[in-house]
């Protein structure tokens, strides 16, 4: 796994910061509880780094990455012979990260077997290979990582009791992205920069104060991945590098065309009229005096586009919502009929 930065001065994310330093000094188990892209890796990271096992492996396994069938033989290791397919032997993950940090990740959606075999190594220092008859001695340390309410999980036998109480010495839980507002600024200023340094950009221009309120603006259900992969997204899209970055997708997935309930797309023109007499759909301008179908499109849909910023007061979101257009559709009409300059 490779060294990330962590990034934040939030009092909710620096105290999680600071609680992992102090328990990675201590040999214990560790659990590290988040939603999603909270950076939960980026914790395992720092318990191994700053612990006495520094310069041992770090050894990395997704226990939701792997079918039942194969997690204990990930985790344990088998023998030559073992099952169908086993030809030679194998070591396991314990085994791999002997003498320095396990970090399982996805702990959750480990099988009630698998657990029980975790806990005999917790307990005993031991795993046995499938397929073997001795145990082998091994110095691990074990940290988990899980967005799943454990303690629920055990009261509902979904999760040993018995293996919770061993893993949970210390309990780290990571605030989403929503509880460090103080942070996305200075998230999205470092992803922004070392993209731009990516493509070759020579300076950073930043971006501009909408984006930036629209970035704070935002729930952030993906945490800090997705603010991640948004402001990539903004600044690679972004045609001119001296200007500030000006418009951002915050929904990839967001179109006109976008299939609907797997049946094939359907075009804006299928979606059902408005039922408000005062949007700029339902009271469209007078058809211009022209032969020329091309222009008469064009003033028609520039009349559309000034209207809706009038009723709404130049507010571009407001007036891409009335007019059933994602902001980055608005924006290229506006580009389009050289309008940018009386929006906001």
Same mark, same amino acid.
């Given at each position: 796994?490779?060294?990330?930065?962590?990034?934040?001065?939030?009092?909710?994310?620096?105290?999680?910061?600071?609680?992992?330093?102090?328990?990675?000094?201590?040999?214990?188990?560790?659990?590290?509880?988040?939603?999603?892209?909270?950076?939960?890796?980026?914790?395992?990271?720092?318990?191994?780094?700053?612990?006495?096992?520094?310069?041992?492996?770090?050894?990395?396994?997704?226990?939701?990455?792997?079918?039942?069938?194969?997690?204990?033989?990930? !985790? %344990?290791?088998? @023998?030559? $012979?073992?099952?169908?397919? =086993?030809?030679?032997? #194998?070591?396991? &993950?314990?085994? /791999?990260?002997?003498?320095?940090? !396990? %970090?399982?990740? @996805?702990? $959750?959606?480990?099988?009630? =077997?698998?657990?029980? #075999?975790?806990? &005999?190594?917790? /307990?005993?220092?031991?795993?046995?290979?499938?397929?073997?008859?001795?145990?082998?001695?091994?110095?691990?340390?074990?940290?988990?990582?899980?967005?799943?309410?454990?303690?629920?999980?055990?009261?509902?036998?979904?999760?040993?009791?018995?293996?919770?109480?061993?893993?949970?010495?210390?309990?780290?839980?990571?605030?989403?992205?929503?509880?460090?507002?103080?942070?996305?600024?200075?998230?999205?200023?470092?992803?922004?920069?070392?993209?731009?340094?990516?493509?070759?950009?020579?300076?950073?221009?930043?971006?501009?104060?909408?984006?930036?309120?629209?970035?704070?603006?935002?729930?952030?259900?993906?945490?800090?991945?997705?603010?991640?992969?948004?402001?990539?997204?903004?600044?690679?899209?972004?045609?001119?590098?001296?200007?500030?970055?000006?418009?951002?997708?915050?929904?990839?997935?967001?179109?006109?065309?976008?299939?609907?309930?797997?049946?094939?797309?359907?075009?804006?023109?299928?979606?059902?009229?408005?039922?408000?007499?005062?949007?700029?759909?339902?009271?469209?301008?007078?058809?211009?005096?022209?032969?020329?179908?091309?222009?008469?499109?064009?003033?028609?849909?520039?009349?559309?586009?000034?209207?809706?910023?009038?009723?709404?007061?130049?507010?571009?979101?407001?007036?891409?919502?009335?007019?059933?257009?994602?902001?980055?559709?608005?924006?290229?009409?506006?580009?389009?009929?050289?309008?940018?300059?009386?929006?906001?």
């Amino acid at each position: 796994m490779d060294r990330q930065s962590i990034i934040g001065q939030s009092s909710p994310f620096l105290d999680a910061i600071e609680l992992a330093g102090r328990a990675a000094t201590l040999d214990r188990p560790v659990l590290v509880i988040g939603e999603r892209g909270t950076g939960k890796e980026l914790i395992a990271q720092r318990l191994h780094h700053l612990s006495t096992r520094w310069d041992k492996p770090l050894v990395v396994m997704n226990c939701a990455a792997l079918p039942e069938t194969l997690i204990e033989t990930e !985790l %344990f290791g088998h @023998e030559a $012979g073992a099952f169908t397919g =086993a030809t030679r032997a #194998r070591a396991g &993950r314990f085994e /791999e990260a002997d003498g320095g940090t !396990l %970090f399982l990740d @996805e702990l $959750g959606t480990l099988s009630m =077997a698998a657990q029980e #075999r975790l806990l &005999r190594v917790i /307990e005993y220092g031991e795993v046995t290979r499938i397929g073997a008859s001795r145990p082998l001695s091994v110095n691990v340390r074990i940290v988990a990582a899980t967005n799943e309410n454990l303690p629920r999980a055990a009261a509902e036998n979904r999760f040993r009791a018995d293996l919770l109480d061993r893993l949970s010495f210390e309990v780290i839980t990571l605030p989403p992205l929503r509880a460090r507002e103080e942070d996305i600024a200075v998230l999205a200023e470092y992803f922004g920069r070392r993209m731009a340094s990516e493509i070759g950009w020579i300076g950073w221009p930043g971006f501009s104060a909408e984006v930036m309120a629209a970035l704070e603006a935002y729930s952030w259900p993906g945490n800090v991945r997705e603010l991640r992969n948004v402001v990539e997204r903004a600044v690679y899209r972004w045609t001119d590098e001296t200007r500030p970055i000006g418009t951002i997708t915050l929904d990839p997935f967001e179109s006109p065309w976008a299939p609907v309930k797997g049946e094939g797309a359907t075009a804006p023109s299928d979606a059902p009229p408005s039922s408000d007499p005062s949007t700029p759909a339902a009271l469209p301008p007078p058809l211009p005096e022209t032969g020329d179908l091309r222009a008469a499109v064009a003033t028609f849909e520039r009349t559309l586009v000034e209207r809706a910023l009038e009723q709404h007061r130049h507010n571009q979101r407001a007036a891409a919502k009335a007019l059933n257009l994602s902001y980055d559709q608005f924006r290229h009409c506006l580009r389009k009929h050289g309008l940018l300059g009386t929006a906001r």
